[in-house]
């Protein structure tokens, strides 16, 4: 079965210092993988996504950028943290396919990322 | 602009009783949509999804209700239990805009004793 792993679960840093959070899926090939924000109380933010290593689409401007240097590894990184940064992070996968408009199989989620920048 | 939104932000029910959750939509574009619960510190999970094909979907103790002519969206949720306390978030998506969800703002559901 498929699995997806996120780390940390819990994170403080300072102002101005850089992030980086991982995000793995393991038992599939080729997924696609997204970075969501959740702010307190709120609905989901969709940041980036990708079909592909190296293939990544932002939908937001914003302090953050994502790398997809390997089939199955997700990372959400700043070079500089604001204090506007802190958030819920939520990586996602979905099959292969569902970019290109098979859309019976939803998102999965980890189990997030607890972000406070101080 | 398109939203898909929650009528209420919070809704408390007694154990045993059945829940139900609206969610309204404004793109009548979207062509699927999908419940999920999301527990205090977890990520999102999936509950049940409907097509716009379809007007009814049922699961284990869950069903879906899509009513197109209105753009409403419902979950009921039967006898429902403690273990349902939690905030449940509708999404749609659009075929053009592939596996992009668009997600509402969330119900936070209390289920009392």
């Known amino acids: 079965s498929q699995t997806i792993h996120q780390w940390p679960a819990t994170l403080v840093q300072p102002v101005g210092s850089p992030l980086s959070l991982e995000c793995t899926v393991e038992g599939t090939s080729n997924p696609n993988l997204y970075w969501y924000r959740q702010a307190a109380g709120r609905g989901l933010q969709l940041l980036f996504y990708s079909v592909g290593i190296g293939q990544i689409s932002s939908e937001v401007p914003q302090n953050l950028s994502a790398s997809r240097p390997q089939d199955r590894q997700f990372i959400l990184s700043s070079k500089k943290l604001l204090l506007s940064d802190s958030g819920f992070y939520l990586c996602?996968?979905?099959?292969?396919?569902?970019?290109?408009?098979?859309?019976?199989?939803?998102?999965?989620f980890g189990n997030g990322t607890r972000l406070t920048v101080t | 602009g398109e939203s898909v939104g929650l009528h209420l932000p919070t809704l408390s029910v007694q154990e045993g009783d059945n829940s139900i959750i609206n969610c309204a939509y404004s793109n009548s574009a979207s062509d699927y949509f999908i419940w999920y619960k999301q527990e205090s510190g977890k990520g999102p999970q999936f509950i049940i999804d409907i097509r716009s094909n379809m007007d009814k979907r049922q699961g284990q103790r869950v069903t879906v209700l899509l009513n197109k002519t209105v753009k409403h969206l419902s979950l009921q949720i039967a006898a429902t239990q403690p273990g349902d306390s939690a905030v449940y978030f509708c999404?749609?998506?659009?075929?053009?805009?592939?596996?992009?969800?668009?997600f509402g703002e969330g119900t936070q559901l209390t289920v009392n004793p």
């Open positions: 999404a749609e998506m659009r075929e053009t805009s592939g596996s992009r969800l668009t």
């Open positions: 996602a996968w979905s099959p292969a396919g569902v970019a290109q408009g098979d859309y019976n199989s939803p998102l999965h």
